[in-house]
């Protein structure tokens, strides 16, 4: 079965500072991983998707992720975290051929000045 | 209007009440998905629909009983519901269910409060 890993449910860094949430997942299939993106008050939203192909994948607002098979792991990083960064962030997995998509229970982003 | 809009935005219900939550999409997608969003827990997925059939039911209590009248629209009935299903219930859709496509697009959700 799938599953999503997402390492701490909170992390706070500062404005300017590197971003890094962590994902690890596990599939007995090729994975197809997501990061979504929750502001208050608002559904999820795309920021990445790995597929196939290169294992660095960049995403919207400057985000990108790697995808590492032999670490299961897919993190999301951003060299310079921005206040309008602070959010909710959740690591998901899906496989080739079923209709669920698994959702990690995500990380609260939170951004000083 | 464009994108995934569910309403109500809030509903507050006693346990003995019925009531609906509805789901529009204007994306022209074949599938949609109700998810359950509660504090401190995974999403939970609770319905899939390919093209208005039911594809997955992840064991969900019968007190939430979808309808999906055609693909653009999507409905969770609530009967009889506990004070644990108050939570934000998400509406998705994606162009298809599962595989490189199943990018979701949400709706801001429906805050459900059950007394």
């Known amino acids: 079965a799938q599953s999503v890993t997402q390492l701490g449910s909170h992390v706070s860094v500062s404005e300017g500072a590197l971003v890094l949430l962590r994902c690890n997942y596990s599939s007995s299939v090729p994975p197809y991983l997501f990061w979504y993106v929750q502001y208050p008050n608002q559904g999820l939203q795309l920021l990445l998707k790995y597929t196939t192909g290169a294992t660095l994948v960049k995403g919207i607002n400057g985000f990108e992720a790697e995808f590492k098979k032999s670490e299961t792991s897919f993190h999301l990083t951003k060299p310079s975290a921005h206040m309008s960064d602070a959010a909710e962030y959740f690591c998901?997995?899906?496989?080739?051929?079923?209709?669920?998509?698994?959702f990690g229970a995500g990380t609260r982003l939170f951004v000083k000045a | 209007e464009t994108g995934v809009t569910q309403t109500p935005r809030h509903l507050v219900m006693g346990m003995t009440n019925k009531k609906s939550l509805k789901c529009e999409q204007h994306?022209?997608?074949?599938?949609m998905y109700w998810y359950k969003q509660s504090a401190k827990k995974p999403l939970e997925l609770m319905f899939v629909y390919s093209l208005e059939e039911r594809v997955e039911n992840n064991s969900v209590p019968s007190r939430f009983s979808p309808e999906c009248p055609n693909s653009s629209h999507l409905f969770l009935h609530l009967h009889t519901l506990q004070p644990e299903d108050s939570a934000l219930y998400l509406c998705?859709?994606?162009?298809?269910?599962?595989?490189?496509?199943?990018?979701?697009?949400f709706g801001a959700g429906t805050r459900l409060s059950v007394l």
């Open positions: 994306l022209g997608h074949n599938a």
């Open positions: 998901a997995v899906s496989d080739t051929g079923g209709f669920k998509t698994i």
């Open positions: 998705a859709s994606s162009r298809e269910a599962g595989g490189p496509s199943n990018i979701q697009y």
